[in-house]
């Protein structure tokens, strides 16, 4: 396959050479060779060329052909919004309360810690606590629905590992 593939390239590089030869500016073509040699160290100038002849090929394979539209699908433009989506709740989580909270990985925890501290200030077991989604940051905490009542004033205000905590409902991305 290799060497399939060194073929056609070989192939390439004397059609370039050919056209080369061919080119109808050659003061065009002396004039860059010298630009080369002023701007090029010698033992590069090979390399430059296949770097060129790599790029050259590489641009041409990512042209992308024109895409047909399809006769059930509405033409789109740059400008065509795509449709709304609703955000569907994920799996397990539909009776829970969503809590965006300024504690990270960047607060030298972890997400596990962070469960023990809430749990801490507001008396709430693991269990409530459904599902912690630990950014860099910040965090999002889901809880259940009965047992997040008060949530916010007892973690808002709190110290933990070294920072003040800042509690709150969690947006929905439409609402964003």
């Known amino acids: 396959m290799a060497e399939n593939n060194n073929d056609i390239r070989g192939q390439k590089i004397k059609e370039l050479v050919e056209e080369m030869k061919l080119y109808n500016n050659p003061q065009e073509l002396e004039d860059m060779r010298k630009l080369m040699r002023k701007n090029v160290p010698l033992m590069m100038r090979g390399y430059l060329l296949a770097y060129l002849y790599v790029k050259s090929n590489a641009t041409a394979k990512t042209a992308r052909p024109a895409r047909e539209q399809r006769a059930d699908r509405p ?5 065509t919004e795509r449709p709304e989506r609703k955000q569907q709740p994920k799996p397990g989580l539909e009776n829970a309360v969503s809590f965006y909270i300024n504690v990270g990985k ?3 925890g972890s997400a596990h810690e962070m469960v023990d501290f809430i ?3 507001t008396g709430l077991s693991s269990e409530d606590i459904l599902s912690v989604a630990y950014k860099q940051n910040y965090s999002f905490v889901y809880i259940s629905k009965d047992k997040a009542e008060g949530i916010i ?3 808002t205000g709190q110290t933990y590992k070294g920072r ?3 509690m709150n409902y969690s947006k929905e991305k439409d609402e964003q």
Request: glycine share 0%; charged share 45%; aromatic share 0%.
């Open 119 to 121: 749990c801490e200030k």
């Open 106 to 108: 960047a607060s030298k």
């Open 153 to 155: 004033e007892a973690v």
């Open 164 to 166: 003040k905590v800042k």
């Open 75 to 79: 033409e789109r433009t740059a400008l």
